[in-house]
């Protein structure tokens, strides 16, 4: 396999280069800034929901013989997978509330994997990759 970097890669690598040259011209401060690390320490700021919550709010809300929190949570990251690397704060957000939801790591990387049918191995990766940091940071925090 070869690590050259494919044309987008490229042309967001550019992009990249070009956003921290204008950043820096207006900002000298901004040199360092970086939007991935910035949404990262949002999210931070985003409290995970309790179970109980959930499940009012997105579990049997309209009929108790309805889906739980858990299982639309699964859902939500189905098709947050399927946007690609779209919405990484919005996916990493959803496998953080539903392992809280009661999911398990299993069901998390089960989910992800079957929609490599569906969106492709790279949006598969890249969910994954998104879980696995999740997974890694809560295992931190719990240490």
């Given at each position: ?126 969910a994954m990759d998104c879980a696995r940091e999740v997974m890694a940071d ?6």
């Amino acid at each position: 396999m070869s690590d050259s970097k494919s044309p987008f890669e490229l042309m967001m690598a550019q992009m990249s280069a070009q956003a921290q040259t204008m950043a820096k011209a207006m900002n000298p401060a901004l040199e360092s800034f970086s939007p991935t690390e910035a949404f990262k320490g949002f999210e931070a700021l985003w409290p995970t929901m309790p179970k109980e919550f959930m499940e009012m709010t997105f579990g049997k809300g309209i009929s108790n013989d309805g889906l739980d929190a858990k299982t639309r949570l699964l859902l939500t990251l189905a098709g947050l997978t399927m946007q690609g690397a779209q919405n990484e704060t919005g996916l990493r957000m959803t496998v953080r509330h539903a392992l809280e939801a009661g999911a398990t790591e299993d069901e998390i990387a089960e989910t992800i994997a079957q929609m490599s049918m569906f969106a492709g191995i790279p949006a598969m990766t890249k969910a994954m990759d998104c879980a696995r940091e999740v997974m890694a940071d809560k295992e931190d925090k719990e240490t």
